[in-house]
């Protein structure tokens, strides 16, 4: 189960910060993302953060988001700076196992950012 929170409204130029609990799996074995989905577009992946460490992160984001993790308590985080009206979408969070590739997704939360 994975569950998404921090989601809001803000100015264009503001920061949010998304957390995601994980539980109850092991978490240092799966890779951690957290993916986007605006109105009429279809998902796409924001940033990445593997078992060790090692991070990965879209073009338009880079520079200004960070992805981060903790192993205990089992949860992924999305630092979001300088946000944009383009930024505006819901926020998913989504663990994939690094060896099998099962998956997990959470709910899902809103981020609004006004121009």
């Known amino acids: 189960q994975l569950v998404e929170s921090g989601g809001g409204l803000v100015q264009s130029g503001g920061s949010l910060r998304l957390s995601c609990a994980a539980s109850?799996?092991?978490?240092?074995?799966?890779?951690m993302s957290w993916y986007r989905q605006a109105p009429g577009n279809e998902r796409e992946l924001v940033a990445t953060?593997?078992?060790?460490?090692?991070?990965n992160y879209a073009d338009s984001v880079k520079g200004r988001f960070t992805i981060s993790r903790e192993n205990a308590p089992n949860t992924v985080h999305l630092q979001m700076n300088t946000l944009k009206p383009e930024d505006t979408a819901v926020y998913y969070c989504?663990?994939?196992?690094?060896?099998?590739?099962?998956?997990?997704w959470g709910q899902g939360t809103q981020v609004t950012v006004s121009s």
């Open positions: 989504n663990a994939r196992h690094y060896i099998t590739g099962e998956e997990f």
């Open positions: 109850p799996f092991t978490f240092t074995v799966y890779v």
């Open positions: 953060i593997f078992p060790r460490g090692p991070t």
